[in-house]
């Protein structure tokens, strides 16, 4: 896979982390309870994970925005040696999908070192982009 592929799977598998508190989102609140604007005490009827999934998701969203916005910069210039970008997108895609299951289930240390894996990505790619 060219980094190109491995940032579309970063982006597709960002797309999927909604899925798990949804589903939740139904059993907690039933299916009609589930399209309805929640309101701050019906979030507090959703399980602690599935409450952490949803800020997981965000916190995927928000810096895929960053580390796309990266690599597709890079791309355009033509920057960046073809081995470090697949290596910095293959650092990210492993990094969010060890990211996200951490923070949901409340595993600290995994967490932090899965999103500073993940912020590494994002610096090895400006680096590429700034010593063009």
């Known amino acids: 896979m060219t980094s190109l592929q491995w940032l ?21 609140l039933g ?5 309805k604007t929640l309101e701050p005490e ?14 997981a998701h965000y916190n995927a969203v928000e810096n895929l925005v960053v580390f796309a916005t990266l690599v597709l910069v890079a791309q ?3 920057a960046g040696d073809e081995a470090k970008m697949l290596l910095a997108t293959q650092l990210y895609f492993w990094s ?9 289930f409340g595993i600290p240390v995994v967490r932090t070192l899965a999103y500073f894996g993940g912020f590494a990505a994002q610096i090895m790619v400006a680096i590429e982009i700034f010593s063009a």
């Open 42 to 55: 019906d979030e507090l009827k959703q399980a602690l994970w599935a409450r952490r999934a949803k800020r």
């Open 96 to 104: 969010r999908l060890i990211h996200f299951p951490a923070l949901t």
């Open 8 to 28: 579309a799977a970063a982006a597709l598998m960002t797309a999927v982390f909604w899925v798990p508190y949804v589903l939740e989102r139904m059993v907690a």
């Open 31 to 35: 299916i009609i309870g589930t399209f």
């Open 76 to 78: 355009a210039m033509g």
